[in-house]
């Protein structure tokens, strides 16, 4: 199985359920918080590779959700920087197994890829919450 570099936003319960999913799948996790590290434009687009811009993004994000970001508006260069800016609008998870890297959670990309169990209902990168996430503490305030 595979040692994962797994970045996720503490406290996230879709992300506590995708390492619950890739454990279970038998791979070893390196867990890192997603909005505290010091991503460069050079570290961090790597991890979308040929996806569309539209795809970089946290449809969850309040600023989202909100329309004050409109992700099928951006070209690359912008994109990079509102995500560097504010990580909370970047996809989770953000995946590294090796040189590879990939963004968010499809489990037949993930099967292909690293190998995954069959996950059941439900889309795996769709928070279920009701309430918004508690905000981070002040130190990974945004």
Not at 66 to 84: C, F, K, Q, T, Y
Request: proline content about 11%.
């Amino acid at each position: 199985m595979a040692t994962i570099l797994f970045y996720e936003k503490p406290g996230c319960a879709n992300n506590a359920r995708q390492k619950r999913l890739l454990a279970e799948a038998g791979h070893e996790l390196i867990v890192r918080n997603l909005l505290e590290t010091p991503w460069t434009a050079a570290e961090l687009r790597p991890f979308f590779g040929t996806r569309p811009v539209s795809e970089w993004f946290n449809r969850a994000a309040p600023r989202i959700k909100s329309g004050e970001v409109v992700p099928e508006r951006l070209d690359e260069d912008r994109a990079l920087a509102l995500l560097l800016d504010d990580p909370l609008l970047i996809r989770r998870p953000l995946l590294q197994v090796g040189e590879r890297r990939e963004a968010g959670f499809e489990p037949e990309r993930l099967a292909e890829w690293i190998g995954l169990a069959e996950i059941g209902p439900g889309d795996p990168e769709r928070c279920r919450r009701v309430e918004p996430c508690p905000a981070p503490p002040e130190s990974q305030a945004l």
